[in-house]
């Protein structure tokens, strides 16, 4: 890989906790030339699980992809991320901020960065693919684009998009596997994510600007099925 990884520390006051992000810099990269954006929940599961560097590498140097920055942010434990990134999170609405009103404003004042909402990507799995939906949901005119790999849906989730006037301006990756239906969380249930991830489907129909939806034949609720996607999921935001 010709391109470059870097620890980046950020002090967030709205979340009193200090990041270490994984931060992918692309090959020849120069200050005086403007780079896309991609910010990751579970960072640390997307660089080591899903090699989101390598993938955008591939992405940037072979297929033509537009140059792109990525960002990882890590959880330091499991059980913040539900206080983190759930819709009914303890923490989450901070969390939410942190992204739009820390996070954001220190990458662009480091990264020479396109300020349009069509250059920033979210992606997240899980927990941090509800996030990422959330985010376009309440800073439209900020994010706009997200991939959503599996995403938790509960009700709060399904109110915020069926209340939102935005959904015009949104462009979608999600996808989910055909065996998830009986998924046990990190908090002991046993969840069914095909009905969650249907239902947000049945609101999404037909409102999205751009969507690209499906259940994965044997696809299930890990990394061996968000993986291989990562390529696809670059192609259809970006090519």
Not at 57 to 82: C, K, N, Q, W
Not at 83 to 89: Q, S
Not at 137 to 165: C, G, H, I, W
Not at 175 to 196: H, N
Request: hydrophobic share 35%.
């Amino acid at each position: 890989m010709d391109g470059t990884v870097e620890t980046l520390h950020l002090q967030s006051k709205l979340l009193d906790h200090e990041f270490d992000l994984h931060v992918y810099i692309p090959p020849n990269y120069h200050e005086n030339f403007s780079y896309n954006l991609i910010i990751t929940g579970d960072g640390q599961d997307f660089f080591k699980l899903g090699k989101v560097d390598q993938k955008i590498e591939h992405f940037i140097l072979e297929d033509s992809g537009p140059e792109t920055i990525v960002v990882g942010v890590p959880y330091p434990r499991v059980a913040m991320r539900r206080k983190w990134y759930a819709p009914d999170g303890e923490h989450t609405n901070d969390y939410l901020r942190f992204i739009k009103e820390e996070l954001l404003p220190m990458l662009e004042n480091k990264y020479n960065l396109n300020q349009d909402p069509d250059s920033r990507l979210l992606m997240g799995d899980s927990l941090s693919a509800s996030l990422a939906l959330m985010a376009c949901l309440t800073y439209p005119d900020t994010f706009q684009r997200a991939v959503l790999f599996s995403p938790y849906v509960d009700d709060q989730l399904k109110t915020m998009v069926t209340e939102s006037n935005s959904l015009h301006s949104l462009k979608m990756y999600h996808q989910f596997g055909s065996d998830e239906r009986e998924v046990k969380a990190t908090d002991g249930r046993v969840l069914d994510f095909i009905e969650m991830n249907e239902s947000l489907h049945e609101l999404f129909a037909n409102k999205l600007q751009s969507y690209d939806y499906k259940k994965i034949d044997q696809g299930n609720h890990t990394w061996f099925t968000w993986g291989p996607l990562l390529p696809e999921a670059l192609e259809f935001h970006w090519l």
